[in-house]
């Protein structure tokens, strides 16, 4: 079983939907990342995390450390959202690796 | 501020040669990191670089990989002799301290050896 599980694997939406993509992980953290990777390849850091919620933009990322999970939501949801997003951890008390989760693939259509 | 300088963005190979990928972390960032992209295994780290000395090389696959960072503005990471199972997105990204701070990407080197 994998350290951290992101759901759901694939997701299609219309133009204007509100999304949810999901992380949950096994261990214990000390830091979360969200990633989104696009179609062209290239990857970019949207959230760092350690508790609470953060917001920028569109975007919003929140952490639950008691209930192991974390959740990335766009509002207003526009083709150019379409990537695929990645949801790594930092092990609590472990070195500087991330384990990362095996990516959510949005597609938002317009 | 450029952003993480990757080169080359594509390189092919044929088996056995060497092939040598370099970085350029953002300026006054002090950790380093060297990342591998494949759709079985998904990103891996293979080395990772505080104040350009190896602090964590454990993904490095084998001896055949080979990283050094001669100075906080860049870092190599060479592969000899090439394999064809090395085919792979390879990505840098820096960081001001750790994963405990968020990471910035290169645009990573799409890597084929035939």
């Known amino acids: 079983k994998n350290e951290v599980e992101q759901s759901p694997q694939n997701l299609t939406a219309q133009e204007g939907e509100f999304i949810t993509i999901n992380c949950s992980y096994s261990?214990?953290?000390?830091?979360l990342h969200w990633l989104q990777q696009h179609p062209g390849g290239g990857i970019v850091s949207l959230f760092m995390?350690?508790?609470g919620k953060k917001k920028h933009g569109r975007l919003i990322a929140t952490i639950n450390i008691q209930e192991k999970h974390s959740s990335l939501h766009i509002t207003a949801s526009h083709p150019r959202d379409s990537a695929v997003y990645i949801c790594a951890v930092r092990i609590q008390g472990g070195s500087e690796k991330l384990v990362f989760g095996k990516g959510t693939k949005l597609t938002v259509n317009p | 501020d450029a952003g993480v300088i990757q080169s080359p963005r594509h390189e092919v190979t044929e088996m056995g040669q060497e092939v040598t990928l370099r970085c350029k972390p953002i300026s006054g960032h002090n950790s380093l990191f060297w990342y591998r992209q494949t759709m079985m295994r998904g990103l891996e780290l293979l080395i990772y670089?505080?104040?350009?000395?190896?602090?964590?090389d454990s993904g490095m696959p084998e001896d055949r990989f080979s990283a050094k960072m001669p100075n906080a503005s860049f870092s190599t990471l060479k592969i000899q002799p090439s394999e064809p199972r090395d085919s792979a997105v390879y990505f840098c990204?820096?960081?001001?301290?750790?994963?405990?701070?968020?990471?910035?990407f290169g645009s990573g080197t799409q890597l084929s050896v035939l």
């Open positions: 990204a820096s960081s001001l301290s750790g994963v405990r701070e968020k990471l910035f």
């Open positions: 995390l350690s508790s």
């Open positions: 670089f505080n104040n350009n000395v190896p602090i964590d």
């Open positions: 261990v214990g953290i000390s830091a």
